[in-house]
């Protein structure tokens, strides 16, 4: 919501906002944009009197009190009758397939890599100089803003890339956020279970993806990685536009040989690029393949893919450091890296499902080396986690961690009974106060710590470099 309200503004649009809560970098972001931010939703906010409210799915009809509604603002609005729409409708409507200016939509969508290849298909797009629009749910520190309009008027259907969400879209339309985007290009980057409180079983949100096919024209691409069945029962459903795989199957028509960080390229069999990067991890491998795939739909080649992807430099909150502390007293940077064997690294990443825990894990692992030591600190914030339906799978996911540390409260189930498998290895606190004290007492010099959350974790990176350079 906070980048469609970027792309509103830059419209021309007078846009004004309002959340629960707001944090960096979206807020730094809006502000800068001149757009005000309002705290909670208050009925008294009908006195703006805009042309359209733009709903997101944050908000619902579900009251804590039977008198008191959750929020006010939304029982007021149809109270009164007012016009109001979700976000992706607004977007589809009118930026994406504006009457006088429609693009050619390339959707990312997945359970886990949807912002990352977002952003390197977005900076593969830039260097081929078709000045994309785009629509990231992060912050890609190649553009350092979120959302843009991109290049309209000067090229026929100017390409737009946007990061395509299958969670519901609001509380008055239950499909999927995609299904709105109606793209010419697709990538598909993986399917797990997730979004538990939404979504019954895998099969449901298999049937969510096949509706996005539905929605690519003929003379569309659906790219696909191969080595996910999920998304080939998805394509068994039904498929009526081209289709491309990537991945380390054998029927994959783009496949990656060679370590995750320097890589050939290789296309119906034969090496068509080689891509030399900072990033780490299959995962961050495999979300090359697909951007490069889906890039040369638009015509881009392969080498030019690859080349702009050395200069790619990923997104905040995507094993961004935060800081790093050096020394044995007092000595610290609020950002940067090192090669001291003294120094403890503080990292900040997105992963909230378990998959994306480990894969995040395995690409710090690579880069540190085996001796290193590695700090898991996580937070159990996501709907998913919260309700426990992926509790079993936690500690397979922190198990390359020397440490996994994670707090209780605000959670129904036990996470010293879920990580009981990890042994001496996990340490559960109370509080997130208890927890900072827990990292600081254990970190030692060389140490990595990786704090992983799809929130802003209570500003703990910003308390635990306090905390060691205190130590």
Known sequence: MGGLAALARQAGHKVTGCDASVYPPMSDQLQSLGIELI???????????PDMWVIGNVVSRVHLDPNTPKFP???????????????????????????????HVIAVAGTHGKTTTTAMLTWILECAGLSPGFLVGGVPLNFN????????GERERAP????????????FD??????????????????????????????AIERQFH???????????????????????????????????????????????????????????????????SLTGVHNQMNALASIAAAAHLGVAPDVAAAALGSFTSVKRRMEIKGVVTGSAGSSRSAGSTDSASAITVYDDFAHHPTAIETTLDGLRKKVGPNARILAVFEARSNTMKLGSMNSLLPRSLASADLSFCHSQGLDWSPIEVL?????????????????????????????????????FGGIHEKLLKSLAQK
């Open 39 to 49: 705290e909670g939703y208050s009925s008294d906010q009908i006195n703006l009197r």
């Open 73 to 103: 603002l939304m029982e007021a609005i149809l109270e009164l009758g007012l016009p109001y729409t979700s976000g992706p409708q607004w977007l589809s409507e009118h930026i994406l397939h504006s009457p006088s200016n429609p693009h």
């Open 145 to 152: 803003i979120s959302a843009r309009l991109g290049a309209p």
């Open 160 to 171: 737009f890339v946007i990061e395509a969400d299958e969670y519901d879209t609001a509380f």
């Open 174 to 203: 239950k499909r999927s956020k995609f299904v709105h985007y109606k793209p010419r290009t697709a990538i598909l980057n993986n399917l797990e279970f997730d979004h538990a409180d939404i979504f019954e079983n895998l099969a």
């Open 211 to 277: 509706h996005l096919v539905r929605t690519v024209p003929r003379s569309g691409e659906i790219v696909v990685n191969a080595d996910a069945p999920s998304l080939e029962r998805v394509l068994s459903q039904g498929v009526w536009s081209g289709v491309s795989h990537f991945g380390a199957h054998a029927n994959a028509n783009w496949q990656a040989s060679g370590p995750a960080h320097s890589f050939d390229v290789i296309h119906n069999s034969r090496v068509v690029a080689k891509v030399d990067w």
């Open 420 to 456: 009981a498998p990890l042994g001496s290895k996990a340490v559960v606190t109370q509080s997130l106060e208890s927890l900072v004290e827990a990292v600081t007492r254990e970190a030692r010099p060389g140490d990595h710590i990786l704090c992983m959350s799809n929130g802003s």
